[in-house]
Protein backbone atom coordinates (compact mmCIF):
# COMPACT_ATOMS: atom_id res chain seq x y z
CA UNK A 1 0.00 0.00 0.00
CA UNK A 2 1.66 3.23 -1.27
CA UNK A 3 1.52 6.31 1.59
CA UNK A 4 2.66 9.72 1.61
CA UNK A 5 2.42 11.49 4.82
CA UNK A 6 2.61 15.12 4.94
CA UNK A 7 4.06 16.81 8.35
CA UNK A 8 5.51 20.27 9.23
CA UNK A 9 2.35 22.69 8.41
CA UNK A 10 0.92 25.31 10.44
CA UNK A 11 0.05 28.73 11.60
CA UNK A 12 3.10 31.06 11.31
CA UNK A 13 3.37 35.06 10.82
CA UNK A 14 4.37 36.65 7.70
CA UNK A 15 8.11 36.54 6.97
CA UNK A 16 8.51 33.58 9.08
CA UNK A 17 9.41 30.10 7.90
CA UNK A 18 8.38 26.55 7.97
CA UNK A 19 9.51 22.74 6.61
CA UNK A 20 7.40 20.45 5.45
CA UNK A 21 8.08 16.54 5.06
CA UNK A 22 6.90 14.36 3.00
CA UNK A 23 7.58 10.73 4.31
CA UNK A 24 6.88 7.91 1.15
CA UNK A 25 6.00 4.33 1.89
CA UNK A 26 5.03 1.29 -0.24
CA UNK A 27 7.74 2.74 -3.27
CA UNK A 28 11.03 2.48 -4.64
CA UNK A 29 11.29 6.41 -3.55
CA UNK A 30 14.07 6.76 -5.83
CA UNK A 31 12.36 5.66 -9.18
CA UNK A 32 9.71 9.09 -8.45
CA UNK A 33 9.57 12.30 -9.16
CA UNK A 34 8.37 14.28 -6.28
CA UNK A 35 6.41 17.45 -6.01
CA UNK A 36 4.69 19.78 -3.52
CA UNK A 37 1.58 21.11 -4.80
CA UNK A 38 -1.10 24.10 -2.99
CA UNK A 39 -4.56 24.29 -3.18
CA UNK A 40 -6.27 27.96 -1.52
CA UNK A 41 -9.62 27.69 -0.95
CA UNK A 42 -11.53 28.50 -3.82
CA UNK A 43 -8.31 28.14 -5.88
CA UNK A 44 -7.24 25.07 -8.33
CA UNK A 45 -4.42 23.08 -7.14
CA UNK A 46 -1.02 24.56 -8.54
CA UNK A 47 2.86 23.20 -8.54
CA UNK A 48 4.83 24.88 -6.09
CA UNK A 49 7.99 22.83 -6.78
CA UNK A 50 9.12 19.68 -8.14
CA UNK A 51 12.57 17.70 -7.67
CA UNK A 52 12.84 14.22 -10.14
CA UNK A 53 14.25 11.60 -9.85
CA UNK A 54 17.81 12.87 -11.06
CA UNK A 55 17.85 15.97 -8.58
CA UNK A 56 16.76 18.47 -11.37
CA UNK A 57 14.47 21.06 -9.68
CA UNK A 58 12.12 23.73 -10.53
CA UNK A 59 9.83 26.03 -8.73
CA UNK A 60 6.93 28.16 -9.20
CA UNK A 61 7.62 31.97 -10.29
CA UNK A 62 5.52 32.69 -6.83
CA UNK A 63 7.94 31.35 -4.49
CA UNK A 64 11.01 31.26 -6.33
CA UNK A 65 13.74 32.68 -4.14
CA UNK A 66 11.82 31.76 -1.17
CA UNK A 67 10.97 28.22 -1.27
CA UNK A 68 13.78 24.85 -1.72
CA UNK A 69 12.75 21.46 -2.10
CA UNK A 70 15.09 18.62 -1.44
CA UNK A 71 14.82 15.14 -0.94
CA UNK A 72 16.51 12.06 0.57
CA UNK A 73 16.19 8.99 -0.71
CA UNK A 74 17.88 7.11 2.34
CA UNK A 75 14.56 8.24 3.91
CA UNK A 76 12.66 8.34 1.60
CA UNK A 77 11.46 11.49 2.24
CA UNK A 78 11.42 14.89 0.29
CA UNK A 79 11.30 18.18 1.97
CA UNK A 80 10.27 21.94 1.21
CA UNK A 81 11.76 24.23 3.20
CA UNK A 82 9.43 27.57 3.03
CA UNK A 83 10.88 31.00 3.97
CA UNK A 84 9.95 34.41 3.70
CA UNK A 85 6.36 33.18 4.10
CA UNK A 86 3.33 35.51 2.55
CA UNK A 87 -0.57 35.35 3.01
CA UNK A 88 -0.86 34.23 0.00
CA UNK A 89 1.03 31.37 0.88
CA UNK A 90 -1.70 29.89 2.60
CA UNK A 91 -3.12 26.55 1.05
CA UNK A 92 -3.25 22.88 1.84
CA UNK A 93 -0.12 21.97 0.99
CA UNK A 94 -0.13 18.48 -1.45
CA UNK A 95 3.02 15.71 -1.75
CA UNK A 96 2.59 14.38 -5.12
CA UNK A 97 4.75 11.59 -6.77
CA UNK A 98 5.14 10.12 -10.16
CA UNK A 99 6.48 7.72 -10.99
CA UNK A 100 9.71 7.89 -14.22
CA UNK A 101 8.27 7.25 -17.49
CA UNK A 102 4.99 6.53 -16.22
CA UNK A 103 1.79 8.27 -15.36
CA UNK A 104 1.31 6.32 -11.81
CA UNK A 105 1.13 9.35 -9.64
CA UNK A 106 -0.02 9.15 -5.69
CA UNK A 107 -1.20 12.18 -3.48
CA UNK A 108 -0.54 12.85 -0.01
CA UNK A 109 -3.38 14.25 2.23
CA UNK A 110 -2.59 17.62 2.46
CA UNK A 111 -1.07 19.48 5.60
CA UNK A 112 -2.44 22.91 5.94
CA UNK A 113 -0.02 25.96 6.07
CA UNK A 114 -1.84 29.35 7.63
CA UNK A 115 0.47 32.69 7.07
CA UNK A 116 -1.11 35.82 9.13
CA UNK A 117 -0.52 39.01 8.00
Known amino acids: QVQLVESGGGLVQAGGSLGLSCAAS????????MAWYRQAPGKRRELVARISSSLFTNYADSVKGRFTISRNNAENTVYLQMNSLKPEDTAVYYC???????????WGQGTQVTVSS
Open 96 to 106: NAVRSSSSIQY
Open 26 to 33: GIIFSNYH
